[in-house]
Each structure stands twice: as C-alpha cells, then as structure tokens.
C-alpha cells in the first residue's frame, strides 16, 4: 500500500535554530514529491516539487532535497514567521493523471 | 488573479441532514479535485474531475457523497446523508493540466461538523 509518513510530528525550535523535518515514502509510480505550507485556517500552500533523486530546490530559508526513500524539508535559521504545518505529498501515476497522497504533517513552531 | 474559493467555510448540520459544498476553481484550470482531512488524520484525496468529467472517484467514501462539476467551472460536493464520521475539513484543489506535472493550488476549505 502506498505510504507517506511524516516525522517528527511537532517540532519547536528557537529563532535561529536550524533543523530538518522528515518525509518518506513507500510508493510505486512516483511522479513527484510536493512540499506544501499550511497555515491555521487555510488551504496548503504549494512550495516546492521535487521529480528525482538528487533534486534539491531552495526558496527563502527552505531547502527540500530527494533521494529515493525520502525527501527533507530543511529549515535554516527559522524565523516565527515559519511556525506553520508543513505537508509533504506524493503525486502518483493513476491511469496517465496525477492522485496526489499526502502525509500527516510536521507541525513547526518557531519561538522568538 | 482570484485563487481557489469555498463555500461556505464553515457548516454546522445534524446527523441525517443534507450539506452541499462549493468550490470555485482558478478560472482556466480543467482539473479541479476534491480531498478531505478528518481529525487527527492525513488530507485524503476524493475526487478528481477534468472538466465536467469525473476522471477518478476512487476516493469517495460511500454513495452518501455525490460530487458535480456542471459545465466544467465550479463544483459542488452533496453529502447527504450527513453522519458523524463526515465531519473534517474539505478542500478543493484546481490545476491547469492534470497530465503534466503541474502543481495543484488548494482553496482554504470548508470546515463540515457533523452533530
């Protein structure tokens, strides 16, 4: 069965305090890993996708990374302005269109 | 431009009544998806449409959910009728093409509370 598991599932860090958040995955047919934001109230918030091992894209203080186990979510001298829940899905090959799966979410917050 | 929009975003309804969700996609995107997120658990993907067209119902729980997308623009999910077990948040996602990698872009959900 296709599996995406999350760790850890809160994370609080100081300001300044950088750290990784964990997203592996059992899957066949893996057509991408997205990494999403979501903040109390709203929907997720596309940040990155990753399409192969190896791949790393940056943006801000977030730098996501994939190998073909599991991707990391890397947080570099956070700001409270971080504190979110971060998702991480999967998107699969379902009959040539995407399904997306995603985890649990790693609840980050990030004291000043 | 306008993002995804859901309606209402919250409802509160009884066991047994009937609920009907909105979704408003980013105009010009084909694809338009529906998931659902229940306490304590992962978003699970429902449905997806291209277009009017259903392309993949797997996800729906039960024959209670009945999703529409009339003339290929807005959606609306019906649960009717509602239970306990319904209650959870329920997103709409559009994208532009299902096929390519293209990111999916979420509307902030409806919050359903089954009583």
């Known amino acids: 069965e296709d599996q995406v598991t999350q760790s850890p599932e809160a994370l609080r860090l100081q300001e300044g305090e950088s750290s990784s958040l964990n997203c592996s995955y059992t899957v066949s047919g893996l057509r991408g890993l997205f990494w999403y934001r979501q903040d109390p109230g709203k929907g997720p918030e596309f940040l990155f996708t990753?399409?192969?091992a190896g791949e790393e894209k940056e943006k801000e203080r977030l730098k996501a990374t994939l190998t073909k186990k599991e991707s990391f979510l890397h947080i570099t001298a956070p700001k409270p302005e971080d504190s979110a829940t971060y998702l991480c899905a999967v998107r699969l090959n379902s009959g040539g269109y995407q399904k997306v799966t995603f985890g649990t979410g790693t609840k980050l917050q990030v004291i000043p | 431009e306008a993002g995804v929009t859901q309606f209402p975003s919250h409802s509160v309804i009884e066991k047994g009544q009937t609920v009907t969700l909105r979704c408003d996609p980013i105009?010009?995107?084909?694809?338009l998806y529906w998931y659902r997120r229940v306490m304590g658990k992962e978003i699970k993907f429902l449905l997806h449409?291209?277009?009017?067209?259903?392309?993949?119902e797997s996800g729906m729980p039960n024959n209670r959910f009945l999703a529409e997308r009339t003339g290929g623009t807005y959606s609306t999910l019906k649960v009717q009728p509602a239970e306990l077990e319904d209650s959870g948040v329920y997103f709409c996602?559009?994208?532009?093409?299902?096929?390519?990698?293209?990111?999916?872009?979420f509307g902030p959900g409806t919050r359903l509370t089954v009583l």
């Open positions: 996602a559009s994208s532009q093409d299902g096929r390519v990698l293209s990111e999916q872009f």
């Open positions: 449409f291209v277009k009017e067209s259903k392309q993949d």
């Open positions: 105009s010009g995107h084909d694809n």
């Open positions: 990753l399409y192969s």
